[in-house]
């Protein structure tokens, strides 16, 4: 099944404004981070998530409590879409003790497992298999609870996606494979590494196969809902294709110099903040003065959010040793350190 | 007296456990109706049924990655890699996310999986079906390796994986499958991590070593008790965490340590325990330590060509003769 899915109909004012408060903090969180990046005050490096915002926004708006998610390298919004706190995220991304995992995984590594977001594989496609079981776990527990595991299309060709989905396929998992299609592996297009049709690969599984425009966060909503209510109601897992054309670097310093500067600002251009401005002010759900609200209760979020990381303390290093095992009783107490 | 097979401590294990946790569940490939490869599964199909125990598809990676998923929810998988070489194909799952996703998540996430795996070394089984990973596993910060030799072990240490909420790959030994002890008196039900067993006491030497090895050095120990040369052995039981205080006290008593592994020798289990002990006891040591490991080649079919590679009781008795000062 293709599914090419319009914005979805009927959208409620409450609706259109959660949606864009969403978008909006995502983008100016990764606008910030950007920014500290390059004041040199993120250890590592960073993949801003500008760009996808209506996919991170479009999939977890509809996710509740006791859902899972995992996220891409490209994370920090996924997270924030899982209602993780803003502040502890980028103390995180700041290598602070305060952040999300105490400064230990850092913006690759982004998670919370209070929200069920599991922290996220770098690895390109590393997180397939985990959520597949996290999958698993909600089918053996009978919760009705949903995985959602990001990937991008880099990770198509990663034996790991195949043999997810059909473990998943195999065993009606309640998963949704959302790939992030930007149509870019750093410097390799989509179009030279990747064979075949993409939703041809859901066909290979048996499984319902979907594209959505990635830059549209009503369309991104509406496809994944069906998908999210069939694995919830043990219909088994879906995979959508979220198009989603890279604007950006693939990390934080890329200057695309492999790219056509054309193909570049074409990308930029299918912008999905003022597509979303846009779309609903025409449909009456948001004044100018409700949007001048909205960016203004935004700035002050991230504000915030940087102004806690900054000042967070560093981890003491003798904290490096903590956490090895979860079970000291056959951990390693007796190694000499 | 009542017995005790290394396979049936295998099955009683895991028997035991599903009968006290329903969050227990095995899965891999044949461990369903055909009761496992090696019928370490044998019955419990029957009696758990198709959701407690799975067959899967030829996909290690998707096995050991689902189990990783399951076991954070608070399940407590039990996932079946049926030969160790085979783990090759889900290492990025052992190496980057068993291991690494309580720490990466500063403690709010425990992977409480139990890899089960088998060993072999000995059967002609090729190159392929010949693993002995474990100096491989032990080096990754965050994994508990077990390597059982006797059934009792195998039971307790079993049992104690998969209670663990600890990311544990558990190694088996196909040749070991038929050993069978006497259960003289009732066997504990549960197997601390981390304490050697010793197997045989002796003043002399400390040969240390663990699955398939003990049955090695025990062999040897007894050629050795024969020449008059008394070898204490050790069976390490635990190769994550080690035993390091058991290693050092019974190599500081007897003054000569000897380890035997069936991993091959370069950066091994022995060298990993040789290195312990220099920098802990060096000094107070008489000889220098020796190792009989397996040779630095892959393992070849022909049963002569695999003998050769192999560590055998010749060997060790020739490298205890060599640390005991004799002339060999």
Known sequence: MTVHADAVTHLEKQDALRLLRMMLLIRRFEEASVELYQRNLIPGFIHPGIGEEAVHVGVCDLLQDGDHVIATHRGHGQALARGVDPAALMAEILGRATGTQGGRGGSLHIGDWKHGVLPASPLVGGGLGTMTGIALAHQYRRDRGVAVCFFGDGALNRGSFHEALNMAASWQLPILYACIDNGWAISVPRRASTAGELVARAQAYGIPGMVADGKNVLACRGVAESAIARARDGGGPSLIFFDCPRGYGHEEGDSQGYRDPADIETAKLRDPLPHAYREFAERNLITPAEQAELEFQTDTIVRSAVEFAMSSPNPEASTAFDHVFPDSRSGPSQMPR | ?328
């Open chain 2, 1 to 328: 007296m009542p017995q005790l097979s290394y396979r049936d401590a295998v099955i009683q294990a895991l028997d035991e456990e599903m009968a006290r946790d329903p969050d227990v569940f095995l899965f891999g490939q044949d461990v369903g109706r055909m009761g496992g490869n090696f019928a370490t599964t044998r019955g419990l199909f029957g009696r758990y049924g198709p959701d407690r125990v799975r067959d899967t598809a030829i996909s290690e990676d998707a096995i050991v990655g689902a189990a990783i998923g399951a076991s954070v929810c608070g399940l407590r998988p039990v996932a079946e890699i049926m030969f160790s070489s085979f783990l090759g194909c889900c290492w990025d799952e052992l190496i980057n996310h068993a291991s690494q996703l309580h720490y990466v998540s500063n403690g709010a996430i425990s992977p409480r999986l139990t890899i089960r795996t088998v060993n072999v070394l000995g059967r002609s089984s090729g190159c392929h079906h010949s693993g002995r990973p474990e100096a491989a596993l032990m080096h990754i910060p965050g994994l508990a390796v077990a390597a059982p030799a006797d059934p009792r072990d195998v039971k307790g240490l079993l049992k104690a994986s998969i209670r663990s909420d600890n990311p544990v790959v558990f190694i088996e030994n196909a040749l070991l499958y038929g050993e069978r002890c006497e259960i003289d008196q009732p066997a504990p039900d549960l197997v601390e991590f981390g304490q050697a067993r010793t197997v045989r006491n002796g003043s002399d030497l400390t040969i240390l070593s663990y699955s398939g090895g003990v049955r090695i050095a025990v062999a040897a120990a007894s050629v050795l008790q024969a020449q008059g040369i008394s070898a204490e052995v050790l069976d390490l039981r635990t190769l994550a965490p080690l035993d390091t205080d058991g290693i050092l006290r019974s190599a500081a008593r007897t003054k000569r340590a000897l380890v035997v592994e069936e991993d091959v020798r370069t950066c091994g289990v022995g060298a990993e325990i040789i290195a312990l002990l220099c920098e802990q006891v060096g000094g107070d040591l008489d000889r220098p330590p020796l190792r009989v490991a397996a040779a630095d080649v892959p393992v070849p079919f022909s049963p002569v060509l695999e003998e050769a590679i192999a560590p055998t009781a010749l060997k060790v008795v020739l490298a205890a003769r060599r640390l005991a000062g004799e002339a060999a």
